[in-house]
């Protein structure tokens, strides 16, 4: 895998009330600024803990001791499901038969 021509993830959490959050990926540094990608739905439990909805990635709910562990989760995700772009790998074929 080419690492210089993968997406550089820049994660954001948008607040959508005091315990409730959006996890966005601005994968280009030139869409900063706008909505991103949504990643997941982040709340914070009244235990304390934070649990994330994954919408991207494969769908999933899963609970964490901080909003620092949901970044790196959503950075872990998002790494593992990066496409390379390249080539397929040509299938050997037989030389067509040549008939006398």
Do not use: Q
């Not at 210089?4 to 607040?15: S, Y």
């Not at 990926?25 to 439990?45: F, I, K, N, Q, S």
Request: charged fraction near 20%.
């Amino acid at each position: 895998m080419n690492l210089d021509a993968a997406p550089v993830h820049h994660l954001e959490l948008v607040p959508l009330g005091d315990r409730a959050w959006r996890l966005c990926d601005h994968a280009e540094a030139g869409v900063a600024g706008g909505d991103g990608e949504l990643v997941a739905y982040v709340e914070r439990l009244p235990s304390g803990a934070y649990e994330a909805v994954w919408v991207r990635g494969g769908s999933r709910v899963d609970v964490y001791a901080s909003l620092a562990a949901v970044l790196v989760a959503g950075v872990r995700r998002l790494s593992a499901s990066v496409s390379t772009d390249s080539k397929p790998v040509p299938i050997p074929h037989r030389a067509p038969l040549s008939f006398r």
